[in-house]
């Protein structure tokens, strides 16, 4: 079993930048891959990036290439996602997840087996 427990959010102009982490205990945390997710008020859940377990391939949605980076280090089983350039669209609670052997390709939140409590990202214009 996988516990994760995300921070680093808050309010933020936009333009700005924020580093959310998503710490992992338990055992065998490089057999997961980790993915970010966000939902905004009123919305689905939404696929953000995600980082497979060896941390050798790496997938993001089309609205955050180029300024969302996400990356893991193994010695602090953690898991984080810089954010740059932060819009006001980009609202919403961010949410870390894990699933055993996934694939970075897996957008699907049904498919993420371990998820963490969320942390708020608000973007004032």
Known sequence: ???LVESGG???QTGGSLRLSCAASGSAFSVY????FRQA?????EFVAAVSGRGLTTNYAAFVKGRFTI???Y???TVYLQMNSLKPEDTAVYYCAAERLGSVSSKDPAQYDYWGQGTQ????S
Do not use: I
């Open 75 to 77: 010695a602090k089983n």
């Open 71 to 73: 990356s893991r280090d």
């Open 33 to 36: 891959t980790v993915g970010w």
């Open 121 to 124: 990202v608000t973007v004032s």
């Open 1 to 3: 079993q996988v516990q």
């Open 10 to 12: 808050g309010l933020v």
């Open 41 to 45: 008020p009123g919305k689905e859940r």
